[in-house]
């Protein structure tokens, strides 16, 4: 069975190529999700499953329980700075995944611009968030930070960027982990474009002020599969000899 789904995911990924030097960034291949696996993909498939996807529906390829799991999951095993633990993530499931892109939209809303922006807007809210299938919010508590700040006060400076690293971590396991199982995710930021947002968000599902928020990642099956990303600016590659050498 283990082989089947490996020879399912390799097909639905591209095989690997190597970046020519001096090539303008080339057209990204055709990548899919792991369709149709029924246990998780490996990691270098997971890897590589995991995309962008805008065109989410609300159907979920796995139980919620599952994705409970897996957000559990990814929060125990992630690693932090001195091991702080100070990630945060409340998933948002049924009506409630629905509320929290309304919740959200009307506190973007003095921000969208005139009445056409806002409609614009509101399409894209109802198509590419609210229309998925879950939302999983995800926090950095500043109360543990601060609580460690205090036996190590020089290392303040350097938090923010250990915090971010954390956070995105957490965020990557679940992407990852979700794309494994079937699941298409898009990872927004509306927490980070206003205060007002964030206490809205923070309202909405209960949790306390100190907890910042540093995503809002909308997941659900694909409608398209093998359609990541936005069809108007397809996923491209920069050479890799621009970001990475060996030195031996
Ligand atoms: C730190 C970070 C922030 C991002 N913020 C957003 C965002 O606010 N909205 C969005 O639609 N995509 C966001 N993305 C998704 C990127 O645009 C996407 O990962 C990138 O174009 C590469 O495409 P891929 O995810 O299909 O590999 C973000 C990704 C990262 C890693």
Known sequence: MASTIRSLVSRALPKATKAAPKAAPAAA???SLATAVETPAGFWDAVKARRTYYNLQNKSSVSDARLEEIVSEALKYGPSAFNIQSTRAVLVL?????EVWDVIYDSHKPNMGDAAAQAAQKAKFDAVYRGGYATI????DTKTTESFLETMPFLREKFPLWTA???????YIVWAGLAAEGMGANLQHYSQFHDDNQAAINKFLGVPDSWVG????????PADAGA???PEFPKTWNPLSDKFKVVQ
């Open 29 to 31: 291949p055709a990548r």
């Open 137 to 140: 919010c995800f926090f950095e």
């Open 165 to 171: 690293n954390t956070a995105g971590i957490a965020q």
């Open 228 to 230: 990541p990303g936005s």
């Open 94 to 98: 049924g009506d409630k995944h629905r």
């Open 214 to 221: 540093t995503a809002q990642m909308v997941v659900g099956v």
